[in-house]
């Protein structure tokens, strides 16, 4: 079973605009990631936020994590084509060594 | 940078040939990976290595097999392929287990 669901699955939106994808977990976590993964290739880390950290900023990239929700999200502001890509959260629980990535949002910027 | 090198890329096989997915990394991590992705699942861990040594089933291990040969290399083996095994293959390593995995582009496996 996976950890981490992705919302929306997929989501359209013009280049400029911004673009949320939300991912929520079931368990305790240490830290949750977000990768992003360009057609046939391989994933590519973006950012990770720790349990205790509540958002994070990494360029264009802004992630919120609410643990109390079991949920985070993934903002990219001013989209350009070149962000179309699928996005995957990732969680590591505190109860074993594994991570678990979710199904992933796809994402469509429109030139 | 070559960062992880997996092969071959693309492979077809006949039901209940047998094949080992190679992958290797030059970053000197501890910890590597191996996943299959199918449409609309996202990932799912075959096996991980936490460190040279190792070796730990994840959450679809059965029908595989690994090697940590070395700190560097990590190989996947299907004994006798199923077309259910048909699927893409990553491989990623990290410097430790919950630390930023870096992924290899895959091997496309088609089993007939």
């Known amino acids: 079973s996976q950890q981490g669901e992705e919302d929306p699955q997929a989501l359209s939106i013009q280049e400029g605009e911004n673009a949320t994808m939300n991912c929520s977990y079931k368990?305790?976590?240490?830290?949750l990631q977000w990768y992003r993964q360009n057609s046939g290739r391989g994933l590519v880390h973006l950012i990770l936020i720790r349990s205790n950290e509540r958002e994070k900023h990494s360029g264009r990239l802004r992630v919120t994590l609410d643990t109390s929700k079991k949920s985070s999200s993934l903002l990219i502001t001013a989209s350009r084509a070149a962000d179309t890509a699928s996005y995957f959260c990732?969680?590591?629980?505190?109860?074993?060594?594994?991570?678990?990535f979710g199904a992933g949002t796809r994402l469509f910027v429109k030139a | 940078n070559a960062g992880v090198t997996q092969t071959p890329k693309f492979q077809v096989l006949k039901t209940g040939q047998s094949m080992t997915l190679q992958c290797a990394q030059d970053m000197n991590h501890n910890s590597m990976y191996w996943y299959r992705q199918d449409p609309g699942m996202g990932l799912r861990l075959i096996y991980y290595s936490a460190s040279e040594g190792t070796t730990d089933k994840g959450e679809v291990p059965n029908g595989y097999n690994v090697s940590r040969l070395n700190k560097r290399e990590f190989s996947l083996r299907l004994e006798s392929a199923a077309p259910s095994q048909t699927s893409v293959y990553f491989c990623?390593?990290?410097?430790?287990?919950?630390?930023?995995?870096?992924f290899g582009d895959g091997t496309r496996l088609s089993i007939l």
């Open positions: 990623a390593s990290s410097e430790a287990v919950g630390q930023p995995q870096h």
């Open positions: 368990t305790s976590i240490n830290n």
């Open positions: 990732a969680t590591d629980d505190t109860g074993g060594f594994k991570t678990i």
